[in-house]
């Protein structure tokens, strides 16, 4: 009897407690993403893209760690550690397989105000021979590393304090026209605080309101000062690297593995710059020394805090918001999902943790996202590889170093800002599609150059917020729909059970950023519906009519891409009636755009019926479907008769092969 108890309290015990264990896993597989992806590692098919792309990556986080480090006015050896413990850490929490995180221009600009502003170089007691105890840096070094990690703590805490608030939700106000020219404004002050490196120039340094132009202005100036040989050798190091990259990307489908261009520059550099004495024949500057080895962790001075707010917040927006869209870009192009709060988490635990280490803010880069793109890496285990290579570096390679001139690397972070600067191009779509969406992409990029990053990012988002608030009371919510116009009655079976697989849905709202991802998951969910439970043919076309009534406030993620993979295989179609669909802009075109492309690789027809000239316009310029006008339809009733003219054309082939 009481063996029977104790076996029913077991399994009581066990029922109680079976839930919570099972909910403490999914949660801790949610939280770690690592977890779920490195047990289902393909070692065979995985590890030698992986390798390669590791090592190409294992290149440019090197030579961008010190150029950043510069950038952010520490010493260069900082932006080492910088390339290798925010990987480690995003490797664990984050959850973009193609994202390479570690030192970011455009968060070690806005770190380099806290840092100048803090510990100028002229006001400071401490001289190069004043050494710490930490690698024999000075202690004026050290302040200055100092001031940039409590940036990093400070902005990384901001960026966990948003996911504890679940915030990342709020990322639909990040439209893409702001996201992209605040990049790229950010990105042209990067390249204008390199120019003083590739004119071989002394420059003290220039920030705040318009110091974009105060520097040009003092260039101007100071012309005569500008080095000869370092403007040569930058002009140089400039076209071998665009030729060879070019090159890389014409035959990339040929050749298994590109030639590390970086790498080889830097190697031949520093060999000619140390055969020929450069720095002190021609007073070319060069990285000089950089120290062996990792310094025990050490925290941040805390008492400085409350100075580098500001610089705080701009690291924890900027820095989220270009990884963010990098990491959305990686998932749509290699089919799987992103959670925006988890990577609120990732980058934030990405920037405190490291911050004991004597990192700088870090964030993604474009420059290495595109990298893992071209070599075919497919895990964040090419990632994990670099590290390792960056780790032989900062232990064994990192004195060699000594002699690279500061102009060929500021050559290689130009360069690498291509993918940014290239950007401009995105105007002539924008123009195309909402000039609107044109003003916010043209004025966001004005505000940042003139100002900073950070001040571009928040105009962009209340401009934005603001069009639309003044462009929706104008918009008509709901359409009344003559329902004559879509009956339609069949009179044999077969045409019967030919149009089950047809969908109707009718759009009520204007598609805009606000709402295009609640549309998306809308459509989705009615997919999803119709996959799932057998339905019988109607009497007529009313009952297959699905109203979706968007809410302009509402948002949701898209978790739902999997659910187009449930489609039968047998050719089915969906309709869009845009009779309601008033306004739009570039974000909802994208979204329309993504539905047709996803659905046509799925075997799912989508026909678009009562569309306004501006908004077929808008969808051939997108590029996407600049030859699909048969996808266009005057009415509901003439889809539907396309539709059922296509499959009786497919009936009467098959009749005729056989």
């Avoid at 990049?183 to 002394?202: F, R």
């Avoid at 280490?357 to 994990?384: D, E, H, N």
Wanted: with cysteine.
């Amino acid at each position: 009897m009481a063996g029977a108890k104790r076996k029913g309290k077991n399994a009581i015990w066990r029922k109680i407690h079976a839930p919570r264990y099972e909910d403490f896993k999914l949660w801790c597989v949610r939280r770690l993403p690592v977890l779920e992806w490195a047990p289902n590692y393909n070692w065979k098919a995985d590890l030698l893209p992986d390798t390669i792309s590791g090592m190409m990556l294992a290149v440019q986080q090197v030579t961008q760690g010190l150029a950043f480090a510069v950038l952010s006015s520490v010493h260069p050896v900082f932006g080492l550690y910088g390339s290798l413990f925010p990987v480690i850490i995003y490797a664990i929490f984050g959850m973009g397989r193609h994202v390479a995180t570690g030192t970011f221009a455009l968060t070690s600009l806005i770190s380099a105000n806290a840092v100048e502003r803090l510990v100028p170089p002229m006001s400071s007691n401490f001289t190069a021979n004043n050494n710490s105890t930490v690698l024999g840096l000075s202690e004026f070094e050290m302040q200055r590393i100092g001031v940039a990690a409590a940036v990093s703590l400070l902005g990384g805490l901001i960026q966990v304090a948003m996911f504890v608030l679940h915030l990342g939700s709020a990322t639909f106000l990040l439209t893409e026209p702001v996201i992209s020219a605040m990049t790229t404004g950010a990105a042209t002050h990067v390249v204008t605080s390199q120019v003083k490196y590739l004119l071989g120039m002394k420059m003290p340094y220039i920030s705040g309101p318009l110091g974009f132009f105060y520097i040009y202005a003092y260039i101007f100036e100071n012309i005569k000062s500008i080095q000869l040989e370092a403007l040569l050798l930058s002009v140089l190091s400039i076209a071998i690297l665009i030729l060879v990259k070019e090159l890389n990307e014409k035959f990339k489908g040929k050749i298994k593995v590109v030639l590390p261009i970086d790498l080889v520059l830097i190697v031949a550099t520093s060999a000619a710059c140390y055969y020929a004495d450069m720095k002190h024949s021609y007073g070319m500057e060069v990285v000089g020394h950089i120290p062996e080895g990792i310094p025990l962790p050490r925290s941040p001075p805390m008492n400085i805090l409350p100075e580098v707010i500001t610089e705080a917040f701009g690291v924890a927006l900027v820095g989220y918001v270009a990884s963010l869209a990098l990491a959305q870009a990686s998932a749509k192009k290699f089919n799987y999902s992103v959670d925006d709060n988890q990577e609120f988490l990732a980058h934030g635990l990405s920037n405190v943790i490291p911050s004991f280490f004597f990192c700088i803010p870090s964030a993604a880069a474009m420059g290495r996202t595109a990298l893992l793109f071209s070599t075919g890496a497919k895990t964040q285990v090419a990632c994990l590889i670099s590290c390792i290579l960056v780790l032989v570096v900062i232990y064994a390679v990192g004195p060699m170093l000594y002699w690279l001139p500061m102009c060929v690397l500021a050559s290689i972070i130009v360069v690498g800002l291509k993918g940014m600067l290239v950007q401009f191009r995105d105007l002539k779509k924008y123009w195309n599609v909402d000039k609107i969406d044109w003003s916010i992409w043209v004025s966001t990029y004005i505000f940042t150059i003139c100002f900073a990053a950070n001040v571009g990012l928040l105009y962009g988002v209340v401009c934005t917020i603001l069009i639309v608030v003044f462009r929706f009371p104008r918009a008509t919510t709901l359409s009344l729909k003559h329902m004559k116009e879509v009956e339609c009655r069949f009179k044999t079976e077969a045409d019967s059970e030919s149009l089950q697989a047809v969908k109707i849905v009718s759009v009520n709202n204007p598609l805009v950023f606000l709402n295009a991802k609640k549309f998306h998951m809308d459509i989705l969910k009615i997919i999803q519906k119709e996959s799932t439970c057998a339905q019988q043919l109607p009497e007529d076309m009313n009952k297959y009519e699905q109203n979706t009534l968007l809410s302009p406030l509402s948002n949701g993620n898209c978790h739902g891409e999997s659910s187009l993979q449930q489609w039968p295989s047998e050719r089915h179609s969906l309709i869009l009636d845009c009779s309601g669909l008033t306004f739009f802009d570039y974000t909802g075109i994208s979204v329309l755009t993504q539905i047709y492309t996803e659905s046509k690789k799925r075997n799912i027809d989508v026909l678009l019926a009562n569309c306004k000239a501006s908004l077929i316009k808008a969808l051939k310029l997108s590029g996407k479907l600049e030859s699909e006008n048969a996808i266009f339809f005057e009415s509901v009733s003439s889809a539907v008769g396309a539709i059922q003219l296509n499959k009786n054309f497919c009936k009467l082939n098959e009749h005729t092969e056989v």
